[in-house]
């Protein structure tokens, strides 16, 4: 052997004959396969594993992409680099390429949520705030695309680093979608699921457009503020109660206590007489009355109850109603009405806003007596 071929032998050497990668993390999803200069001979081997994808980059330019197997590195293999470095023929000499392992396994339980409370506003309760957290699985899908809008130059690109991008595309996402549908606040947390994957629908065009595939996307839970959740607990209650039969069971019970207080026998009795009446009237009024037994002394019969005053309101453009004062007082005092609600009863000639009826007044508060005679 002549000393040039030594020095031949010698170069072909250093130049790359297998080109692999073997990932030892768990979190690493681009990896540019570094050798000097990036000179790769003709007729070396590349391997690409199951779940990586390997990309060349000649010059800048995407030059070809190789999902998994075994490759023999020449100019059949090689078409697009072979045409942007003009090989007509075949090439014998080493060339250069960058070579970059995307990892396109699945990445799974990775977190997100709303650093900020996202504002909303309710019909019943005005601006509200809320929070959300979650996780996400995503993967490469268009390995090519990937190494181009995102890795760029990055010699090791891990999920850290992709995560803070998607975690602030998720909770923007996340806040148009929940603005959007227009839900009563208490059904959030009911509806994480369906919310979910409406969120996934309108994520994914966003990750599809840099080479990623949201392949899930989870709400775990929606929160609010203690305080709007006690609020909303007890419109939930008062909503499902008959307001009429409550109004009488408080109006008994206070009748007893003021009886009560005002000490002594007598007092006690008043109270207690009171408190059974009410009882009994209440009793008749729930079950729809018993019999009285054959041989009890029918009462004299009083004279009919006058008849209350019904009121209708306008709800949401609908007519709702009829409701009595009370009723209507408890609907002022949860929100469902307010003082520019439209009401309406028998005998007024149009409808009219509940702060402009005198006797509705009250439920503003505040009320001013009219001026001293002679003032």
Known sequence: MGIFDKIKEKLSN??????????YTDDTICHR???????????????VREGQTAVFINEGQLADVFTAGTY???????????????????????????????NTHLFTDEKWGTKNPITLNDERFGLVEIRAFGTYAFKISDAGKFVKDIVGTDNNFTNFEINEHLKSLIATRFTDTVGEANLPIELYAANTTELSETCKEVMQPEFDS????????????????????KEIFE???????????????????????????EGGTAGAGMGMGMGFVMAQQMGGMMTGGTQQA?????????????????YFYAANGQQAGP???????????????????LVWKQGMANWTALKD???????????????LPGA
């Open 323 to 341: 409701v009595t004062m009370e009723q209507l007082s408890a609907l002022f005092a949860n929100r469902t009405v307010n003082k520019d609600t």
């Open 72 to 102: 023999t590195l020449n100019t059949q293999n090689l078409p697009i680099l072979a045409t942007l470095k003009g090989w007509k023929y075949g090439f014998n000499s080493p060339f250069k390429a960058e070579v970059y392992f995307v």
């Open 33 to 47: 396969f570094e050798r000097y200069q990036n000179e790769i001979k003709n007729g070396a081997k590349l391997i």
């Open 14 to 23: 250093e130049f790359i004959d297998i080109i692999e990668w073997l990932d």
């Open 235 to 261: 419109y939930s209650r008062i909503d499902k109660l008959d307001l009429d039969k409550l109004t009488k069971f408080k109006t008994a019970k206070a009748i007893e206590a003021a009886a009560n207080q």
């Open 210 to 229: 840099v080479g990623i595939s949201l392949e899930k996307f989870f709400i775990e839970n929606v929160s609010m503020p203690e305080d709007l959740k």
């Open 294 to 310: 054959p041989n009890q002394q029918q009462a004299s019969v009083p004279p009919p109850m006058p008849v209350a005053v019904q």
């Open 357 to 371: 009826v005198e006797e509705l007044k009250a439920f503003l508060g505040g009320s001013t007596p009219p001026p």
